[in-house]
């Protein structure tokens, strides 16, 4: 039974290390692309009009907020990354029952079960 149990243990921790290096280069391929855009805007600025200048202010806004998300969710896989080496994985951080395997093959990184997190959702409401 131990053997499963690591067996288990080391396949969840491939998936969330792969998905968190997955969410690292997507991060980087971003902020790559923000910087060669920041580069050419800043070379082609001359001539803007109010409109120009806003879609450009709209643009960099919008990649601020792709780099934002995908940090978020980094930092989420992190999180599970750091519970599963402390033995916390798959279990609430409210409530401490176990969150359905189901939920977790579908959400790796939930720290949550389905009640608490509704119960937080409906709070923030």
Not at 50 to 61: F, L, M, N, P, Y
Not at 90 to 103: K, Q, S, Y
Request: proline letters at 2%; a negative charge; glycine letters at 6%.
């Amino acid at each position: 039974m131990l053997i499963d149990d690591q067996t288990r243990t080391e396949q969840i921790r491939l998936t969330l290390q792969g998905r968190y290096d997955e969410l690292t280069a997507e991060y980087e391929a971003e902020r790559d692309r923000g910087h060669r855009l920041r580069l050419i805007e800043a070379g082609d600025s001359a001539g803007d009009d109010q409109a120009d200048s806003g879609s450009k202010a709209a643009e960099r806004d919008a990649a601020r907020s792709v780099l934002n998300v995908i940090l978020d969710r980094r930092a989420q896989y992190e999180h599970a990354l750091t519970r599963l080496a402390a033995g916390g994985y798959g279990a609430c951080e409210t409530c401490a029952e176990p969150i359905p395997v189901e939920r977790l093959e579908i959400f790796p990184s939930a720290t949550s079960c389905v009640a608490c997190k509704q119960t937080k959702e409906r709070r923030a409401a």
